[in-house]
């Protein structure tokens, strides 16, 4: 069935480094791949979204390219920041109106 | 920016109680979803609504669920006689042309 399979977490990074979150999907179609961000106390933010292979969708200094050879929607920044800590979570949806399916979500916390 | 919202933001209930969870899409989206999530668990689909009726619903949303828009703006889960397993964050989303925008839930504590 379809499923998205997410990095375990938590991580813990220091201010300024690398970032990646891996992310790799299973589909019976052609998905469109999402990113959302849950900062503490709220609720699921949109990030940045992909609709076909290849694409690379980009937010906020966060980017993940839609991978169709590796089935993969990593996500990644170049320089963390400390207001960077929240649960990332990893999403697909087969179609407009289709349910999302999540991944357990990645826990990031930056330490100054 | 438009959002949706839910409330109660959080309710404790005893087990058997009723409860209604109410949620206030973004008024132009056409599609409605519930989702939970168990802690320290995935994000669980339970049911999407579309054109007044159910479009799809997941194996959890069993017959203690029901969905409802009572009115052009609210969007309502109700479970009929809670337990324990239904402590969760539920949340609710909306869509028009594909990408889902949340609330920020409503967590619900069974005891």
């Known amino acids: ?112 | 920016e438009p959002e949706v919202t839910q409330t109660p933001s959080h309710q404790v209930t005893q087990m058997g109680q009723e409860v209604i969870l109410r949620c206030v899409p973004i008024s132009n989206h056409l599609y409605f979803y519930w989702y939970r999530q168990i802690l320290g668990q995935k994000v669980e689909f339970l049911v999407s609504f579309y054109n007044n009726e159910i479009s799809e619903k997941s194996e959890i949303f069993d017959d203690q669920f029901s969905v409802e828009r009572p009115d052009g703006s609210n969007f309502t889960l109700k479970i009929r006689s809670t337990k324990l397993e239904d402590s969760a964050m539920y949340f609710c989303a909306s869509s028009e042309l594909g990408t889902q925008y949340f609330g920020p839930g409503t967590r619900l504590l069974v005891l």
Not at chain 1, 3 to 19: C, D, H, I, K, Y
Not at chain 1, 79 to 84: G, T
């Open chain 1, 1 to 112: 069935g379809d499923s998205v399979t997410q990095m375990e977490g938590p991580v813990t990074l220091s201010e300024e480094a690398f970032l990646t979150i891996n992310c790799t999907y299973t589909a019976t179609g052609y998905p469109s791949l999402f990113w959302y961000v849950q900062y503490p106390g709220e609720g699921l933010q949109l990030l940045l979204k992909a609709t076909k292979a290849d694409d690379k969708g980009s937010n906020k200094g966060f980017e993940a390219t839609y991978r169709k050879e590796t089935t993969s929607f990593h996500l990644e920044k170049g320089s963390v920041q400390v207001s960077d800590s929240a649960v990332y979570f990893c999403a697909l949806s087969l179609d407009t109106g289709n349910q999302f399916y999540f991944g357990t979500g990645t826990s990031l916390t930056v330490i100054p």
